[in-house]
């Protein structure tokens, strides 16, 4: 049976927007008058979607941003209103029309009669399948609001550590480009234009001066090849890493460069103890919890590090063992977890883990941003230092010589 989306007028003069079921378009349309709507527009799902694509700005899904916000929305309205008014709410709210239809799809769903959970799979691109796992929890518990309440600070959360690791790795990058960028203007523009003028002199330019020389010229000749050959590195690499072995090598190298690798098993040991924390709150299975955050990791190693905890934890084996044997986690997320099985508050311990791998995170990054600044900083002086050199060594040697 198709989806058809629709525009609709209720008997108040408020417009709405969602999808429902029909056989046909007539069968839509029919549905939607025994509801006395007044039919303003009925069209496939699918035509609704190949709008979308075509697009330019369109989004077929809500993005992270959007998701956590309407979380939070959804939080604080569903203790005050019933959710069919807090969808509609919040959908019609919202400037922008993708929101805007992916949150009518599900509140369309909600007036049909389908639970919250169960109207979010007609989007599984904007509502992970964790998410409607924990909404449908609290459907089950009658603990919406606060369920709602956790998953809202905890992709908040979420959001915060990505946006710390953003600006981590975002100011020595483009620190680095800059720099890289200086070099090439310099050795291809302006030493080539310099070093004209010793071609007529007789005399051996000293070695530095010949060696800038030859690298300006072949940059300044090849830099079109250099580029096209970086291009087919990346197109290369990119088709390299969609093999899982190579992947798999690739993702353990990157946990093992000093600062990156600390960085990114910090972030995804905080961001398990948060949800899992939040897991256990909500009175969810910890295996089923693992078994979908698993599915969401980019790092093949964390990945399955993830996977092997569960495959440990479904023969009866304990989180923090578990946790121990994967040999990924830090030693106080595992102490932390053992702390509290053993006592009985274990979201309790897995939400200090997180604040406190947060914290870590913040100072380590801190302190290796301080040190790796002015390690590019000197790198860049050194560089330009040498090209100076280069320069000068020459119009000194002239100078001697006709000194003599």
Do not use: C
């Not at 400037?95 to 007036?111: A, F, L, M, Y």
């Not at 910090?266 to 693992?290: F, K, Q, Y």
Request: hydrophobic residues 45%; without cysteine; proline residues 4%.
């Amino acid at each position: 049976m198709p989806d058809y989306s629709y525009t609709v007028i209720d008997p108040k003069g408020r417009e709405k927007t969602g999808r429902l079921a029909a056989d046909s378009n007539a069968a839509a349309r029919a549905k939607l008058a025994e509801r006395k709507l007044y039919i303003v527009k009925v069209e496939t799902a699918q035509g609704v979607e190949a709008k979308d694509r075509r697009s330019l700005f369109g989004r077929k899904r809500l993005r992270t941003k959007e998701l956590t916000l309407f979380t939070r929305q959804l939080s604080s309205l569903v203790q005050v209103s019933p959710l069919e008014e807090a969808l509609r709410t919040i959908g019609q709210q919202n400037e922008k029309p993708h929101v805007r239809d992916r949150i009518g799809s599900v509140h369309s769903g909600v007036i049909e009669g389908q639970r919250l959970s169960e109207a979010m799979r007609r989007e599984p691109g904007s509502f992970p399948p964790l998410y409607r796992a924990m909404i449908s929890a609290g459907e089950s518990s009658g603990t919406l609001p606060d369920i709602t309440e956790r998953l809202a600070n905890l992709l908040e959360r979420q959001a915060e550590m990505r946006g710390k690791l953003i600006s981590a790795l975002a100011y020595p990058i483009i620190l680095a480009l800059v720099a890289i960028l200086v070099v090439a203007l310099l050795m291809i523009a302006v030493v080539p234009k310099v070093v004209e003028q010793f071609d007529d002199v007789n005399q051996q330019l000293p070695f530095v001066t010949r060696l800038v020389i030859g690298i300006s010229d072949f940059l300044a000749n090849w830099w079109g090849a250099i580029l096209a050959g970086f291009a087919i590195l990346i197109v290369i690499a990119w088709r390299a890493l969609k093999e899982p072995a190579i992947k798999y090598r690739f993702d353990g190298f990157l946990l093992r460069i000093p600062f990156l690798g600390r960085l990114l098993r910090d972030l995804h040991a905080a961001r398990l103890a948060r949800t899992l924390s939040t897991m256990v709150a909500s009175r969810l299975p910890i295996l089923e919890g693992l078994r979908l955050t698993s599915r969401t990791i980019n790092n093949a190693v964390l990945q399955k590090a993830s996977e092997d905890m569960v495959e440990a934890i479904r023969g009866g084996g304990s989180l923090s063992k578990a946790l121990k044997n994967t040999g990924v986690f830090p030693p106080m997320l595992v102490y932390l977890t053992a702390s509290g099985e053993a006592s009985g508050q274990l979201d309790d311990m897995l939400a200090r883990a997180a604040d406190y791998l947060e914290r870590e995170f913040d100072n380590f990054s801190s302190t290796a941003l301080s040190l790796l600044e002015p390690i590019i900083i000197v790198l860049l002086g050194g560089i330009v230092a040498v090209v100076i050199l280069a320069i000068l060594l020459p119009i000194l040697q002239l100078q001697n010589l006709a000194g003599l």
